[in-house]
């Protein structure tokens, strides 16, 4: 009986150890921003129309990008549209919560808009 106690007691400290000290692994992509081009046009009504064309390089397989841009408080983000341009391709994006492959999530907070792009990325991929 004495045995049995004491297998059980070792097989649950075991377990016990595993995991209070095993904790998941949290890697960074390694990417380069190769290119940013910005046109910005001011509309009759005083709106601003932007379109942001950003470059990346990656040197790692990924699963997107994040992106952010800042507000003023008395600013808003109207129309937002996402695209991939891989060489001569380009991909619409949909505003999804899927976190699904050419996919992106849009979150608002007092600084401003944070885009989630969903993007399968593999190692020497080059996109904007």
Known sequence: ???????ILGMVTILVAFIV?????FADVN??????????????????SMER??????????????????LADNQELKNPQVRILTGNNSTNIVRSDSNQNNT????HSNHGYRFKVWHNVNDGDKFT
């Open 1 to 7: 009986m004495k045995k049995i106690f004491h297998l």
């Open 21 to 25: 000290f095993i904790s998941p692994t």
């Open 31 to 48: 990417y380069d921003i190769t290119n940013v081009d910005v046109t910005a046009r001011v509309n009759p009504n005083g709106s601003l």
């Open 53 to 70: 064309r950003i470059t990346y390089k990656f040197d790692d397989r990924a699963h997107g990008v994040f992106y952010r841009q800042n």
């Open 104 to 107: 992106y999530k849009l979150s």
